[in-house]
């Protein structure tokens, strides 16, 4: 996807420009409310990281000028979870927002989210080596092996196999998954990742489900 | 002496309104007083009118055939010679000017009573008028009396002004005292207020005197005292929350830096650099997670309410939370019962986190025989809807349950290092029930512990 980040913190926008790019993402970055405003508006992207306090023009400044022009996906960054903030946005037509501090993990699953917003329907059986899902039937099944997963369970691993190779945190599962949207102080996803693996890892001898120290799990074929 | 504005001045009010009454008083006594010497003179003037008049007509009936000849016009002069503010007028009874001035016409009622009737130069003065009754000439005749220059109005007018003057000097003497007075009878809110100006927060222990003050002023200095109590305590409270705050992100602050100075301080293998981050990473999450709790936390006290409210099953909800422990619960081996049911208009995302940090409390804190039972006990009213989380643990001493849901709050001290939790999960529990007016409880007795929220309905 061809992605603009407005960001004028430069670390933070060094980061997100080669977080993004490594995860196969054309990124263009721009450092103030004006340029990002010319660049939204100029340009052809898939999708807007715009950061909400911005010099030149805000956020909510860049977002406005954009919907009077196209419709381009809108992802916005903000410090600020005042309530008014988050709708203020949204009512200006954004479609998601992220909190400060938010993990990249967290980031990339949303970008990803909104650049699959509006394709066609999703694929009704899953793969991963000889892991394989029917989500129509909602059965899971490793080599000739049928896997006798929970309702959860079965959830969880539809998300990991639907976002094979990504790493997605904790945070990103339990919302998904349970729909909690807060952070639990519990190793709470911890523990049902540690069961799903009992099922789907423990009785094979290739693993599928890797836990990426601090920033969650993965699922995916290693060498 | 301080400005006095009546805007913003009891002192100023006061004196005012004193003088005023002062004003009011003094106007309606010396009123009183001109009108009654006013009365008095006229009394006494028409009380010599009336005498004179009967003194006329007496001479007339005396003087008999005679008429107002020469003897009679001696007589009366005479007499009016003795009192030179007197005139007298006699008509025949056809109206002919027998005696007197001509130029000033009297209209009076031939009745013998004393009245009132202005003369033509526009003074007022009295006057009375009689008709002779007597047999010969006079018979019919009408006399008439009336005082030349009324004194009444000389005395009444110097009787006037000295009273308006007197009144002036009483009220302002009025005025001047009232000021002083209440300016004295102040003093003592000025000394409390003296004491008051002294509180700062770092003497937040000084307190108003009350031996010595005013009854009106003990109730006042009384509550007074006890909002400074109460300031006290929540200062108290802040400030080692404060402290609490620093300690909770010192010690994640002081494990990044010594990790990554130590790191840093040879050359490492790319394994390492990894294990580092990661480490990293871990800690900057829980850094992360203590901000937005202190943040969620600092909005709920500062009155925000809770958004996005819909009809919510809190039995369907405590249903997702456990499902969403169910490896937890597994687990630890425990058993987890939902009993009851409530609707309630709520935002569910914040009741799901306020039950979770319930359970995830319990499972903490159960003890006793396996498998641990935790019961989710939910009831509802009229009035509110309550959610309570029961679990079999160590009883909690009554003197600390109040503190329970306080922030950096843990049990017991020596559970806090290594675990999970960083101490603000019932204080979130509290702020999300205030968020939507409610409250929490917590009871603890003979091993059982049961802490949860309610939420009005």
Not at chain 1, 165 to 192: H, I, K, Y
Not at chain 2, 91 to 116: K, M, Y
Not at chain 2, 153 to 177: D, E, H
């Amino acid at each position: 996807m061809r992605l603009l980040v407005v960001e004028d913190e430069p670390r933070l926008a060094a980061y997100l420009h080669k977080g993004l790019s490594e995860n196969g993402h054309i990124v263009d970055v721009a450092h103030d409310g004006i340029d990002g405003r010319h660049l939204a508006l100029e340009g052809d992207y898939d999708l807007l990281v715009l950061d909400v306090m911005l010099p030149g023009v805000d956020g909510f400044g860049i977002l406005d000028a954009v919907r009077k022009a196209k419709d381009t996906p809108v992802l916005m960054l903000t410090a600020r979870d005042k309530v008014e903030d988050r709708v203020r946005g949204l009512r200006g037509g954004a479609d998601d927002y992220l909190i400060k501090p938010f993990a990249f993990s967290e980031l990339l699953a949303r970008v990803q989210a909104l650049g699959r917003r509006g394709r066609v329907q999703e694929a009704t059986t899953l793969q991963l080596g000889d892991l394989e899902l029917d989500l129509v039937r909602r059965r899971a099944q490793r080599a000739t092996q049928r896997l006798d997963l929970t309702a959860k369970e079965f959830a969880l691993l539809t998300l990991l196999l639907q976002r094979q190779g990504q790493v997605l945190s904790r945070t990103v599962l339990a919302e998904q998954v349970w729909d909690m949207n807060f952070d639990s102080d519990t190793n709470v996803v911890e523990v049902a990742v540690r069961r799903l693996r009992g099922k789907l890892d423990d009785p094979f001898d290739t693993k599928l489900l890797h836990t990426v120290r601090g920033m969650g799990y993965v699922l995916e074929q290693r060498a | 002496m301080s400005r006095l504005d009546p805007r913003t001045s009891i002192v100023a009010r006061v004196a005012l309104a004193l003088a005023g009454i002062a004003v009011l008083v003094f106007a309606a006594v010396g009123a009183l007083l001109y009108w009654t010497l006013e009365r008095e003179l006229m009394r006494v003037e028409f009380d010599e009118v009336q005498g004179k008049v009967a003194l006329v007509r007496q001479l007339l009936e005396d003087s008999g055939a005679a008429g107002v000849d020469g003897a009679f016009r001696t007589q009366l002069e005479d007499v009016l010679a003795g009192h030179g503010n007197l005139k007298v007028w006699i008509h025949d009874r056809d109206g002919r000017l027998l005696f007197g001035d001509a130029a000033e016409p009297v209209h009076l009622a031939a009745d013998g009573e004393p009245s009132l009737f202005t003369l033509p130069d526009g003074r007022t003065t009295s006057g009375c008028r009689l008709e002779v009754d007597a047999l010969g000439p006079a018979q019919g005749a009408q006399v008439t009396v009336a005082l030349a220059d009324s004194m009444r109005g000389q005395v009444l007018g110097m009787y006037g002004r000295s009273v308006a003057w007197i009144c002036g000097l009483g009220i302002a003497a009025t005025a001047l005292l009232a000021a002083w007075a209440t300016r004295r009878g102040f003093r003592p809110v000025r000394r409390l207020a003296e004491h008051a100006s002294r509180i700062t927060p770092a003497a937040l222990s000084v307190r108003l005197p009350l031996d010595g003050e005013d009854e009106e002023l003990q109730g006042l200095a009384v509550s007074f005292n006890h909002a400074l109590d109460r300031l006290q305590e929540a200062y108290a409270r802040l400030e080692s929350f404060n402290a609490d705050v620093a300690h909770e992100l010192r010690t994640p602050l002081a494990t990044l830096i010594s990790g990554t100075e130590v790191t840093l301080a040879a050359t490492r293998s790319p394994q390492e650099l990894e294990h580092l981050l990661g480490t990293q990473l871990e800690l900057l999450q829980r850094l992360r997670t203590i901000v937005n709790d202190m943040l969620f936390l600092a909005r709920a006290d500062i009155g925000e309410q809770a958004a996005d409210r819909e009809p919510v099953s809190l039995s369907a909800e405590a249903g997702r939370v456990v499902e969403y422990y169910d490896g937890l619960i597994a687990e630890a081996g425990a058993q987890v019962r939902i009993d009851g049911d409530a609707q309630v208009r709520c935002n569910p995302g914040l009741v799901r986190r306020a039950i979770s940090n319930l359970l995830s409390n319990a499972l903490k804190y159960s003890d006793g025989a396996a498998p641990a039972r935790i019961g989710i006990e939910i009831s509802q009213d009229e009035r509110e809807a309550r959610l309570r989380v029961r679990n079999a643990g160590p009883t909690i001493p009554s003197e600390v349950l109040p503190r329970l849901f306080d922030r950096f709050y843990r049990g017991e001290p020596s559970r806090a290092p290594g675990s999970d939790s960083h101490g603000l999960g019932l204080a979130i529990v509290r702020a999300i029930a205030r968020m939507h007016g409610g409250g929490v409880d917590a009871v603890s007795r003979d091993g059982i512990t049961v802490v949860g929220f309610s939420l009005p309905k």
